[in-house]
């Protein structure tokens, strides 16, 4: 059974990086044939997808993030991070890494996740 698990800082400061971290386990990030997706819940809101990488590499991102946003992966670790720059408060969210048969929709019901990290922008 494939398990995910987020890491990363709790607390970001306004303009600078979000970076996150999924280590997953049970399962590969180069030969499942899945997206190995980053989305996100800010208060009081729904689950926003926000991107993903394919198995083979390829990334995908909502277009309201493209500017901002990148996945990358680390093949020998099993991993793949996101990173967010230029945060604003408006970032503020659980941030959930998820292994998912699709792309740009996520319900929790879906695929494998992690357990989420709370990430809040402030100064």
């Known amino acids: 059974q494939v398990q995910l698990q987020e890491s990363g800082p709790g607390l970001v400061k306004p303009s600078q990086t979000l970076s996150l971290t999924c280590t997953v386990s049970g399962g590969s990030i180069t030969t499942d044939s899945a997206y190995w997706t980053w989305i996100r819940q800010a208060p009081g809101k729904g689950l926003e997808w926000m991107g993903a990488i394919s198995n083979t590499g390829y990334t995908f991102y909502i277009p309201s993030l493209k500017s901002r946003a990148a996945i990358s992966r680390d093949t020998s670790r099993n991993q793949f991070t996101l990173q967010l720059m230029s945060v604003t408060p408006e970032d503020t969210a659980v941030y959930y890494c998820?292994?998912?048969?699709?792309?740009?929709?996520?319900?929790?019901?879906?695929?494998?996740w992690g357990q989420g990290t709370q990430v809040t922008v402030s100064s």
């Open positions: 998820a292994r998912l048969g699709r792309l740009w929709r996520a319900t929790m019901s879906d695929g494998s």
